[in-house]
């Protein structure tokens, strides 16, 4: 079929398009999806992606619950969500299409691996008839294409066995896809050959179904026109692809070379954090140390070890594993010690949905210790983003001996974009500067050192480390007295302390950066605000209210404690403010209490991003209350 | 250790008031430990205590090192870290019974087990002292407590047991009322590269005093007391007529020397690879009512968790140099746009 | 001295009388101020302690740090405070001298130890001088008395060595000041017969002490008067006197013997928590079992798998013992099974102030979770009643399924009064039904269980426990498909169920009573709105207040999660709103994010509870702004 | 168990959906409970399996019990609770080598010393499965995992060692390809009356697979597992050629039995009081790359924790009589206010 001459068939011209692929778990839709992207991203286009994956490693075969999809948009323009509908749905057996169906735009394509759809494959997804056949799919555009069948024969060939061809049917649909939205071939080809070069078979076995796949779009008389999004007019330099958790991992190696203070990562796997962990366990050569603990107790606590000992000490997580160490970072707050508490959010409450994503545990960062225990929170909106939060959150950890709260999500981690890289030059300076000489001069003229000497601007204790002589000292997490750092169990000492680690922290809001506000800022009629990865539906929401005529602003919250300082009059100078969430209403009720304005929650607890049609509909339905 | 200069038990001493009650055994750690420190060579910034909470958890404050009085439990966990990014510290870890045997449990054995270069003093008063008298993982069945007003029904812990059975490198065991065999203890553990555990039996006058009173007393010591000393039968008894045989079973049994004759004694050896010696040892004595063995235990070297993480460094950075920020940026695919 | 005859002095009657013993941690103040506290409970005054002692076991002697000191107030009318400044200060050595003298009133009579006045001893507590010569004292009434030296003689007629002696002159005190303030004496000889039944010498050498301090007040020379505060007009009913721990324990006790239900506790002690585990593992009678775990996780997890199995599972603990337990909160959550976690809040952050008052837990209960995870919250106010605050905890988790918070704190947990005991008969019924038979038909006609099907009124899913033929089912912490409880990812299910949760908790307060609301209701200027242990100070503020002329009235919340339904309109119906607590304004942001009211924070943090003399002046501030 | 109805393995089935991968172990291990239950003579209602989280822990949907799928590490604390407040239950508990040894490590040995009655199923696969492969405290030093790109470096715990350094009262080990001892050893463990814990070795082939093919594997098992076997002696082998002695260090050795004569070989003893010879029996194998013990090691009954603590209840009923309320809030001092 290889060798047939190329048909002519015409090229129609997108702006955007939004491919979703579905297949059982172990049908490799994570890495067809994955590879369809970065070959979009190679052409230039702009993109934005949306795993999803069930819980079990591998849920039953064929069915429902063991449905993993992956969602992409790629667009000739600037966008910042995965879109709402895919146009496009891939269903590589009949459970993926009846899960995904739903999702998919009226009128869209519906591209299916026609050997699964087998009666025992209908009825394990629950279908009675055979919605190829039933009509099903009438307001759809359906092709049917015999993947497993072209695929087995093609690897026969190579002298691959027909239970190993298989395997090789998603690039196959990936060829198939990849000629139909005319994609380069080149990457994905390349890419084959070098994660599979110790496979020799396995290689040439899926580089034959790519082509196969791209044969059969040109040649299989289905298709009569092919379709091409264009470049985006990205910003120029230099891109890579990439999620957020690798991002966010980059960053942390980033902020640990610009403070040129070794990185030390205490952490116990947990889902959709894990990553972090195994991305900077490969980077041994930055000096980065990893420990793998025994729990997250165990986890936080070896990172404020490292930190005692003048490391960054990091410790990453998701909601369940912050719960258990609340006790240590209360212990970080008293110690007064930079320390990073890396939260990648997913479904709660408890175990919940470990693999969707959520970001419901904002009030458990601001308030979930006992006592008094302010601590910074920043947040990540973006999965390229993630790289300059992580930075932004271990200055204010480094700069004010602090622990530090950076939020993420499950979106945000398994979500990928392209990323116009940085100069390296332009990253913040994050140099420390360690205490080496004794600070205080006792009575008798003796010099000491005193732990809790503050700094009069930032209000930072010094960073003395084990190993710089005459500094040795004790600390703990019982009441001290300011200065000395001394057990200290006074009433107005303790009163003092509480108010001085409330200021402290209040404080910073005097360093950094002024809320994101964009939009309709003299004269919207409707403020939007956000936090988190809810950014990229904001924006997109925006550009089609505003399209419609209507005025509107959005602020976006990087900084959620302390908040940035113009926040108070930026919100009360708007008549409505909306404020969008994946949770019940966390920041709405933190602004309300700060602030005392009427902000109205907007929720989607449901495991999946807001979707910038959802959005719209929200702020057209606030503009016309 | 060159150029280390010469310092005295009051350098090592801060100027903390001690707040133990008046006759307690810590006090009497306390003072081996500060005689030991200007012996073993090292400087007071080179060494940390880290602590968790307890009576005994406050010592880091009287000790004129750095230290860290973590929370309850969680002291080998924070060390481990900080034994991991400072290879160059003398890191010592003191705690009590509820606090590295009760909730701070799991963390213990995994350091044990990871041979953490960290000194582990165990304080076993077999009570909690600071909490003002619950009964411990180590108090004996039956203890009339706050809590257990009926008397306690859990099988106590034997901590030397515990250690081994998370394979601990090094084991010893030692107590308050003996300076120089505390600081022997103590010295060997400095000495170990790796985890070094030493159980130390320590009077809480308050709450449970005279807990090891029948076997630490002077008088008791000889009767009471079995020191294991490498390569030397073990033999004890007010007139050394007393030594322990392995039996057929593997259990240690003690016996009258001059039943058995001299031969047939146990000799001990403390580098024994396999822990099995080293734990049938550990079950000779039930509580600190019969006769119990004090001294080393075991002392194996084996790989230390952080110069090996360390190593792992060393090589990364040898394979592919040290870690240059803007290639890790463009380590991926990437494109230009223009 | 014992055989002279009685001098005849004159008596003058006070309306209160606020006595604080001071000594050293080894002086037994707190067994003083105790027995002086329960002789006054006997004779009928209303009174109110608050204990204050240090965070080690034995502070170092003689030290500042090392003072123990209990504070009563009794009265002869109704009070709610254990006082604000002492009248009285009864100071067994020169540091507690020098640590409690700034709290006496101006003019109040300080009575020493004159023997511990010696050089050692000033120069540890830091005094240069002799404050007994130097005019430290002069405007204070002062009585030295060589207590040790006639303590030792007449306990040497008894054959008790010195060193021993000296171990009963704090009844030497205990019997002079009860002397001087007309105290009963044979409730407190009878006492010490019971206590020391078996140590002879002792009872005998207590007997003796306590009787020469009274026989020294008759006779020597130098009180011209003593003083007689007259019993209260208390409410007819049979009293006892009782601390909050012990009331709560016995709360428990109560809703376990009213729900029919055992009762059982994991526990891990903790200050100022222990006394509770250490009441409830001597109820072994009424069914109670206690475990004290390896940890506070281990504890709660207990509970909940008592729950489980049919028991009203409880779990108490202290701050930090809260942060770990989080995780396993956010599970009873999830699984809907009753459980009460009780906090008895003292100084944080960390470590803090272990042995200190603080109620700074609360947003910690409201949020100290992952995730959507609602818990009520019920706070005690007083000492006695934390009884019935247990009582209410209980009912709502067993009647609604579901973890419920309750908030004590150091002052209540130590602090006691007398309780005029409750009639059995009026307590509420907690009878729960448990599940017997399946709930739910199939369509094939076949009878199952379904664990998630609800109660249409309360919201509460059946408590099916093991033992129960044909019930069988799981439960776990994974998002579960409402009605049968299997486990299930779904978007809209997620979205259905964490509003199900949240409403069904908001539900509750339907079922609970109106706002606690006092004072001028109709008409005041201002109102205080208060919970916890602040209720006493407030309500004794109030009575200044309002006897200055002024109009104020107070809210006090029993239930802080969900807020009583009337509490918006009351806030809304008065023109200030203050809200004074021993934190940094927790409850004051909720009122605010709820319900826009710019209600105001008085804030004190120091370890020890609010004075009325100090909310007064803060209430008359803010009348006055 | 009188009048228990007569069930069939479909009885105990759920009507859940199994979600392990295709192959897993876990399957396996699941048929061998499921076929147990209808010869225990015991009510599913009155049997709970409770679990934390991980692969393993997804056991209890697939029982038609009570169960209780928990937090990960806390199955044993919630047990714990469960089996104190019925002891008329049956309550098993399964956990992964992660959530029983890694973050629940700590209940673990809390439990066991305690000697509550439950049946601990550890399925050890030497990973984490549910996290998608990352190395745990039983994997191999040296193992590459997505979390040790270089190789771990942690020695890993011997779970049967762990178990007896924590006094536990039944220990015992078996694999997921031998139904039968699989059976055996589960039916052992709920006829103890006490903490029962076995170790099984389960097979993940997605991401540890193979593991202990070495010793599992059906043409393996005669030379690579050596069967104890109360009051046999200790031998195995293709030919029974080979046996287990005791030295006179204590440690279990693996000889041919022509060398030393039969007499020579150590007989199995599990209910010696003492665990000192269980201890060096689990010591024989540092892998499943070498001959490797199963069965039972340990049996030793002792008082059991929940019938221990009702006996105190019903002592303090006896003593004091039932509970009366209004009672309890007179005991202390009272007055008349009128
Ligand atoms: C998380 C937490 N739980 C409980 C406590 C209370 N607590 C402090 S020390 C201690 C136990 C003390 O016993 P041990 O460790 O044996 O030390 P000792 O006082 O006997 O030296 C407890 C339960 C605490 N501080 N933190
Ligand atoms: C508090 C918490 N931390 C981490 C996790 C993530 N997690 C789930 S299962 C697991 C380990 C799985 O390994 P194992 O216990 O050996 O079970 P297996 O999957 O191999 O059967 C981890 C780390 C979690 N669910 N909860
Ligand atoms: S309570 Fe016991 S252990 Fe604690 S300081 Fe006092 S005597 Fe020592
Ligand atoms: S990941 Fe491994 S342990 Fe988990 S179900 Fe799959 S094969 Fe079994
Ligand atoms: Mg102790
Ligand atoms: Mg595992």
Redesign the interface.
């Known amino acids: 079929m290889t060798d047939t001459l190329p048909r002519i068939v015409g090229t129609r011209e997108l702006d955007r398009l939004v491919v979703r692929f579905a297949g059982d778990s172990g049908d490799g839709m994570q890495l067809t999806g994955d590879r369809f992207t970065s070959a979009s991203a190679f052409f230039g286009n702009d993109l934005a992606t949306l795993p999803e994956f069930p819980a079990e490693i591998r849920a039953p075969q064929g069915t429902l619950a063991g449905v993993s999809a992956f969602q992409v948009q790629v667009s000739d323009h600037d966008i910042t969500t995965p879109g709402d509908a895919p146009n496009v749905l891939v269903a590589m057996n009949p459970a993926a299409l009846r899960k995904e169906l739903p999702h998919l735009e009226v009128g869209g394509t519906v591209i299916v691996n026609q050997d699964a759809f087998m009666e025992r494959n209908l009825a394990k997804a629950g279908y009675e008839g055979d919605p190829l056949e039933d009509g099903t799919l009438d307001n759809y555009t359906l092709f049917k294409v015999p993947m497993t069948t072209i695929t087995k024969e093609v690897c026969k060939e190579l002298g691959v066995k027909p239970r190993d061809a298989e395997r090789s049917k998603n690039f196959f649909a990936l060829g198939l896809v990849s000629w139909l939205y005319g994609r380069p071939t080149q990457p994905t080809l390349d890419w084959i050959e070098a994660k599979f070069k110790r496979q020799r078979l396995v290689a040439d076995a899926n580089s034959a179904a790519f082509k196969a796949g791209m044969a059969f779009g040109e040649t299989a008389e289905l298709f009569d026109f092919n379709y091409e999004v264009r470049p985006a007019a990205l910003k120029p330099g230099t891109y890579t692809h990439v999620n957020g958790n690798t991002a966010l991992s980059w960053g942390l190696v980033a902020a640990s070379q610009q403070a040129k203070v070794p990185l030390f990562l205490g952490s116990y796997p947990i889902t959709p954090a894990s990553d972090i962990l195994h991305e900077l366990s490969q980077r041994k050569n930055f000096g980065v140390r990893t420990l793998q603990a025994e729990d997250e107790i165990a986890a936080i606590c070896s990172a404020l070890g490292a930190s005692f000992g003048g490391n960054l000490g990091v410790t990453t997580t998701s909601g369940p594993g912050v719960a258990l160490k609340s006790e240590t970072i209360g212990l970080a707050v008293s110690l007064e010690l930079p320390l990073l508490i890396i939260n990648i959010q997913r479904g709660g409450p408890s175990t919940g949905l470990p693999t969707k994503t959520e970001s419901a545990d904002l009030m458990q960062a601001m308030y979930g210790r006992h006592g008094e225990s302010p601590v910074p929170i920043v947040a990540a909106y973006s999965p390229s983003q993630c790289f300059f939060a992580a930075i932004e959150a271990a200055r204010i950890a480094l700069k004010y001996r602090t622990p530090v709260f950076l939020l993420s999500d499950g979106y945000l981690a398994n979500g990928s974009e392209p990323w116009c890289l940085p100069d390296i030059a332009s990253l913040p300076d994050l140099a420390v500067e360690f205490a080496t000489v004794p600070n205080h001069t006792n009575d008798d003229g003796s010099e000491v050192f005193w732990p809790y000497l503050r700094d009069p601007e930032t209000m930072a204790r010094p960073w003395a480390v084990p190993g710089t002589p005459e500094l040795t000292h004790r600390i703990g997490g019982i009441e001290k007295e300011d200065g000395t750092g001394n057990i200290n169990y006074e009433s107005d000492n303790h009163g003092h302390m509480v108010k001085l680690r409330n200021d402290r922290i209040a404080h910073i809001a005097n360093d950094i950066s002024a809320t994101m506000l964009e939009g309709d800022i003299e004269d919207a009629e409707l403020l939007v605000v956000g936090w988190g990865s809810t950014w990229g539906a904001i924006v997109s929401a925006m550009t089609r209210v505003r399209k419609e005529g209507h005025k509107m602003a959005h602020a976006h919250i990087t900084h959620l404690n302390p908040l940035p300082k113009d926040l108070g009059d930026i919100l009360r100078s708007y008549r409505k403010v909306i404020v969008p969430e994946m949770n019940m209403g966390q920041l709405c009720r933190i602004l309300r209490a700060e602030f005392l304005v009427d902000a109205q929650s907007i929720s989607k607890v449901q495991g999946v991003p807001f979707t910038a049609a959802e959005l719209h509909h929200h702020i057209i339905g606030a503009l016309d209350d | 250790m060159t150029n280390v200069p010469t310092t005295t038990k009051a350098d090592w001493s ?1 100027d ?7 006759g307690c055994g810590d006090y009497s750690i306390l003072t081996a430990v500060q005689l030991l420190m200007p012996e073993l060579g090292v ?8 602590s968790g ?1 307890g ?1 005994a958890a406050r010592f ?2 009287y ?12 002291a080998p ?10 290879p ?2 003398h890191v010592w870890v003191v705690g009590g019974d509820g606090d590295m045997l ?6 213990l ?2 350091v044990l ?3 953490v270069n960290l000194n582990i003093l165990l304080f076993n008063n077999q009570i ?5 008298g ?2 411990s ?1 180590t108090s004996e069945i039956g203890k009339v407590t ?6 306690s ?6 901590p030397i ?7 601990a490198s090094f084991v010893a065991r030692t107590h308050d009322m003996d300076r120089q065999h505390m600081m022997e203890m103590f010295r060997r553990a400095h000495n170990f590269p790796g985890a070094a555990f030493v159980e130390v039996f320590q009077n809480c006058n ?1 709450f449970n005093d005279g807990a090891f009173g029948a076997i630490t007393k002077k008088d008791k010591r000889a009767s009471m007391l079995i020191h294991l000393e490498h390569g030397k039968p073990v033999r004890f008894g007010d007139d050394n007529e007393k030594g322990v045989i ?1 039996n ?5 049994e003690i016996v009258d020397v001059a039943d058995v004759g001299e031969d047939a004694l146990l000799v001990h ?1 403390e580098n ?1 690879q ?4 080293a ?2 040892l550990s ?1 000779l004595s039930a509580g600190p009512f019969e006769p119990t063995p004090i001294g080393v235990f075991r002392s194996v070297e ?2 230390e ?1 952080a110069a ?2 360390s190593k ?2 060393a ?3 040898e ?5 240059d ?2 290639s ?3 380590s ?7």
């Open positions: 801060s903390q008031e001690v707040r133990w009650c008046p400087r007071r910034e080179d060494t940390v205590f880290v909470i009576c880091p404050y000790m004129n090192t750095y230290g860290v009085h973590a929370i309850h439990g969680r966990a924070l060390a481990t870290g900080l034994a991991m990014a400072r160059d510290l009760s909730i701070g449990g799991n963390h054995l995994h087990r990871r041979n909690y002292g600071l909490t003002k619950q009964y993982p706050k809590s257990t007003p009926d008397g029904i859990d099988e106590p812990f034997n047991s515990v250690a081994l059975g998370a394979e308050v392995l057929s079973y593997g259990s240690a050896d024994s396999e822990p099995s010696l734990f049938a079950r084996r790989s968790y090996e993480a792992q460094l090589w990364a950075q394979q592919s140099g040290p870690g920020l803007a890790l940026l463009h991926r695919a990437t494109w230009e746009v223009s």
